[in-house]
């Protein structure tokens, strides 16, 4: 038995008629409405009584102008002749207050018994959904003009950290900003002392600009502190400064605001930000970036840009600074701890010392070449451990505790460096080190002898004038500061090897020959090949074209050089002799050691 037409069923359906969360009219077949629902008459603004019975198209539908629209023209009314679905979210209804609002819909043809008796029309109000599209689309458009400024700010970022050269860091930025941020950028930076002074414009870059804008760079007026000049705003009130076409013309009749003005007439006009370039210590210079003719002046979230961009540049250069003030003290320091060199009856010396590139450190690595009080002539070349300035503070003890002791006494090689490792060992903290120390032996114009001793240095090495090149192996004991403090009884053997005449004896420190991507027998191998292969150049050269062939990185480097002059030569008879020895000590100091009364070795050194 059916239960259609009870009527509790006619309840239920009422119920849901009237609540369902859209809004529903019910039309006969000519477009009357017989029925709505409380939703429907809430979206349109309408009482019940009014809707009810009145022709929908008539009363409701409207073009988005508030127009009315041809019957044949409703797609709704289309329903009623076609009998068939449709839905679309095109239309506006007019409502009750004479507003118009845009609805999302669907129509379907209601059948009673088989017969077609009108439609059910379904819909929301649109508007909500179309502020939420438009809401989202600025979101996006927001979101995207955000990713934009961020993945420039990363790139200038990047730029900024891959150069320690000042000039070309700022030439990379200005054309970064060009023309993401404006059609022409300038850098101006103050005196590096930071005291008041001439500006200085460093980088410049323009929009379509094939070089012209390079004759803009230079030096630039004072800019004194009572100026008002845009500039001086900027750097002196450490804030950016807007300058449009009004605040151009007010800039004050001053050489500085007129060097700035020609930045427009040149590259062009139009409105530009001026934004200091400083940290919280300093202010060093200030970046301009404009855009040309009428377009839009710059937005609070791109002058925020502009100014971390220049806090960024900032904070690059004063880093930059601060890294060539200690690189250039460390250079000083280093230097002042290096000996100049001894020219002695035409041994020539030459001496090379490559600091650590990684970082602005002093090290450990010296040579040092000095008179004793016998008349003979030393090289020594030594390796303190470390890479700072402790290190170099224990090579500039573990150096001058060697000439003492040798000074002292005269004794073979081996004896000195029992007693420098004992004297180590009992009063200095300095920690381990290599050594050699030798001893160029022999009469006035030869033959030489080189009597040695190694503390566990790599070899010297000799190379004959027809380019034989071999490592003298012999006198290896063991490091400096082990012996002693252990108390392991090792001994360092002396080891004597004559030293043919014009050939060239070489001390250096193990960053020459090893690194860590060469093992130390290649860098030995190395080494050897290119000193055959130099050996007839002039000792200068010969020690930069190694150090050109070879490029050493990540360690210190010293080298220590001797040319043996010919069989028999004099001091006044040979005119090839040098007057100069180049030193990589500072130039105010004299070599060390001088010629002792009654030696027949004379101390001809001239240092540079």
């Not at 809430?42 to 019975?53: K, S, Y």
């Not at 791109?302 to 200690?326: C, H, K, P, Y």
């Not at 170099?392 to 073979?412: F, G, T």
Request: net charge negative; with cysteine; proline share 7%.
């Amino acid at each position: 038995m059916s239960d259609i037409g009870r009527p509790w069923e006619t309840d239920m359906l009422r119920a849901v008629f009237d609540s369902v969360g859209a809004g529903m009219l019910v039309l006969d077949s000519s477009g009357l409405i017989t029925a709505s629902n409380p939703y429907a008459r809430q979206i349109v603004d309408r009482p019940g009584e009014q809707l009810l019975g009145a022709d929908m198209h008539d009363l409701l539908h409207r073009d988005e102008d508030g127009n009315e629209i041809a019957r044949r023209e409703c797609p709704i009314m289309g329903v009623l002749d076609s009998g068939e679905h449709s839905e679309g979210s095109e239309e506006f209804y007019l409502r009750g207050d004479g507003t118009l609002v845009p609805i999302i819909w669907a129509a379907s043809p209601l059948q009673h018994g088989g017969a077609f008796e009108g439609a059910v029309v379904v819909f929301h109000d649109f508007k909500k959904h179309r502020d939420a599209n438009e809401q989202t689309a600025a979101h996006l458009a927001a979101l995207e003009e955000l990713t934009t400024r961020l993945s420039m700010v990363a790139e200038v970022s990047t730029l900024l950290i891959s150069s320690l050269h000042i000039g070309e860091t700022l030439d990379g930025l200005v054309r970064l900003l060009v023309p993401e941020l404006g059609d022409w950028a300038v850098v101006d930076l103050l005196p590096e002392d930071g005291t008041e002074g001439d500006l200085k414009r460093v980088a410049v870059h323009s929009r379509g600009d094939r070089g012209g804008a390079e004759s803009l760079k230079g030096p630039l007026p004072p800019l004194p502190h009572a100026s008002r000049a845009a500039l001086a705003r900027a750097l002196y009130n450490n804030e950016p400064v807007l300058l449009d076409a009004s605040a151009q013309d007010g800039e004050p009749d001053e050489p500085i605001a007129r060097a700035h003005r020609q930045l427009f007439e040149h590259l062009g006009e139009g409105s530009a930000m001026v934004v200091p370039l400083y940290t919280r210590r300093q202010v060093f210079g200030a970046l301009t970036v404009a855009r040309r003719g009428q377009q839009t002046s710059y937005t609070d979230a791109e002058i925020m840009v502009l100014t971390d961009i220049a806090r960024r540049a900032g904070l690059v250069i004063e880093s930059t600074r601060l890294f060539e003030q200690r690189l250039d003290m460390a250079e000083t320091l280093q230097r002042q701890l290096l000996t100049p060199l001894p020219q002695v009856d035409h041994l020539w010396f030459a001496a090379r010392y490559q600091p650590a590139q990684q970082a602005s450190e002093v090290g450990g690595d010296w040579y040092d070449a000095f008179l004793l009080a016998d008349g003979v002539t030393t090289m020594v070349i030594g390796d303190v451990v470390g890479h700072d300035l402790q290190a170099a503070a224990h090579m500039a003890e573990v150096r001058n505790m060697l000439r003492a002791l040798a000074w002292d006494r005269q004794e073979p090689p081996s004896e000195i460096m029992r007693r420098l490792d004992g004297v180590m060992t009992h009063t200095s903290d300095a920690p381990m080190a290599t050594v050699v120390f030798a001893r160029i032996e022999g009469p006035d114009g030869g033959p030489w002898h080189l009597h040695w001793v190694n503390a566990g240095h790599p070899p010297p090495l000799l190379v004959t004038a027809g380019g034989e090149a071999r490592y003298l192996e012999d006198g290896h004991g063991p490091l400096l500061g082990m012996n002693s403090a252990l108390h392991l009884g090792l001994e360092w053997p002396d080891a004597r090897e004559e030293l043919p005449e014009r050939s060239t004896l070489l001390f250096y420190t193990d960053g020459l020959v090893e690194s860590r991507d060469r093992h130390l027998d290649t860098g030995l191998e190395e080494l050897r090949r290119h000193a055959a292969d130099l050996v007839e150049h002039e000792l200068e050269d010969f020690l930069d074209g190694l150090l050109a062939r070879i490029d050493p990185k990540g360690d210190d480097v010293a080298l220590l050089a001797l040319r043996i002059p010919p069989a028999g030569a004099g001091a006044d008879e040979d005119p090839a002799a040098p007057q100069r020895a180049h030193s990589p000590a500072v130039p105010e100091r004299g070599a060390p050691g001088s010629r002792v009364e009654g030696s027949p070795v004379r101390d001809t050194s001239d240092p540079v």
